[in-house]
């Protein structure tokens, strides 16, 4: 609608101008790509290139497989000759020749070599203040494979997403098309890390290259599915969450102090259980004046592992004497639980 009310033209004869809405390696066909074409005309024999991706057009089908000689502004065709596979989203340009053509990809390449360089190699004050406060940062080191350009795009960004101040992904990889040797190989150079194949499956050679090197593939076909994976294997990478489990309470009744054994409060439980080697807060109106262990409980003379609600006992708290009558005594334990992205 806003097209037709602002009355938008595209120039028919001008160079062509497209975007790749999607890029994959094809058995037999090498890199295709699906353009959607914005300005000029793109024909079949044109030279083009698209990020790193260069080369001349060898045929253009459109959805149903139907062979075409060209393809004007707004329509959408499956291109075939590129050198390699160009990222969705890239912007195709038609140029005169095929030096020119490769002359811009190899710039492109070039940049992206720098830019690449640059991040591990130079550090700014900001990045490094991060990095201090980060600390103990972990990350696991992943390389990504996919199907299509578009499905790898959605998983690196849905991975980038799972991190916080203790851990994160590291994607020191990633590619459309099968799983290669090289990959076994920087995975196998990379402490720790995992392959992850999506519509793709390693092949005899490359499986048993991976078996051999004791490195992980693991392969989906539901993002979903490839995402909970990857947040399993990180929750198990981050420190235990530890809450606290209310076992009892006790209140003291009466302070008998034993010769070379110290002070003896005798106390009659109030609310669950009294467990000896249970961890016990001292509180004295309303405040925890003391934080220990229990080393004795006793039920008259006998030694008992824990005193139920309702009955007396005696408590004796680890190296710990200034107990007083009033005093409460609330057991616990702390329990280790895993925690979760």
Do not use: W
């Not at 075409?68 to 990222?87: A, D, T, Y």
């Not at 960004?157 to 994607?171: F, Q």
């Not at 010769?259 to 000896?276: F, L, S, Y």
């Amino acid at each position: 609608l806003q097209a037709e009310i602002l009355e938008l033209k595209a120039n028919a004869k001008a160079n062509a101008k497209a975007a790749i809405v999607e890029s994959s390696q094809q058995k037999g066909r090498g890199p295709v790509a699906t353009v959607i074409v914005e300005n000029g005309t793109l024909k079949v024999g044109d030279i083009v290139v698209a990020g790193v991706a260069y080369g001349k057009i060898r045929s253009i089908t459109d959805d149903q497989g139907k062979i075409l000689k060209e393809i004007k502004p707004g329509e959408c065709g499956v291109i075939m000759g590129l050198s390699e596979i160009p990222e969705a989203g890239e912007t195709l340009i038609s140029v005169k020749t095929d030096k020119e053509a490769r002359e811009y990809a190899q710039k492109k390449a070039e940049y992206l070599r720098q830019k690449e360089l640059s991040k591990t190699t130079k550090v700014s004050l900001e990045e490094l203040s991060e990095k201090i406060a980060e600390g103990e940062l972990k990350s696991l080191p992943v390389i990504v494979k996919a199907d299509v350009g578009g499905s790898l795009e959605a998983i690196k960004a849905s991975l980038e997403k799972l991190r916080n101040d203790e851990i994160k992904v590291n994607i020191i990889h990633s590619g459309v098309g099968g799983i290669t040797q090289s990959d076994v190989e920087l995975a196998r150079a990379s402490e720790n890390s995992v392959i992850l194949g999506f519509n793709i499956r390693p092949t005899g050679e490359v499986k048993e290259k991976a078996k051999e090197s004791g490195v992980e593939i693991k392969t989906y076909n539901v993002i979903y599915n490839l995402i909970d994976d990857v947040k399993a294997i990180l929750s198990g990478l981050m420190s235990p969450v530890i809450h606290e489990e209310q076992l009892g309470q006790a209140q003291v009744r009466q302070v008998i102090n034993v010769p070379k054994v110290g002070a003896i409060a005798g106390c009659m439980v109030t609310e669950g259980t009294i467990n000896r080697g249970a961890k016990i807060r001292l509180i004295r109106n309303g405040v925890v004046v003391h934080e220990g262990t229990v080393s004795s409980l006793k039920r008259f003379k006998d030694d008992v592992r824990e005193v139920a609600r309702g009955f007396e006992c005696g408590v004796g708290i680890d190296g710990y004497n200034d107990i007083r009558e009033g005093d409460y005594i609330e057991s616990f334990k702390e329990v280790e639980e895993q925690a979760s992205l």
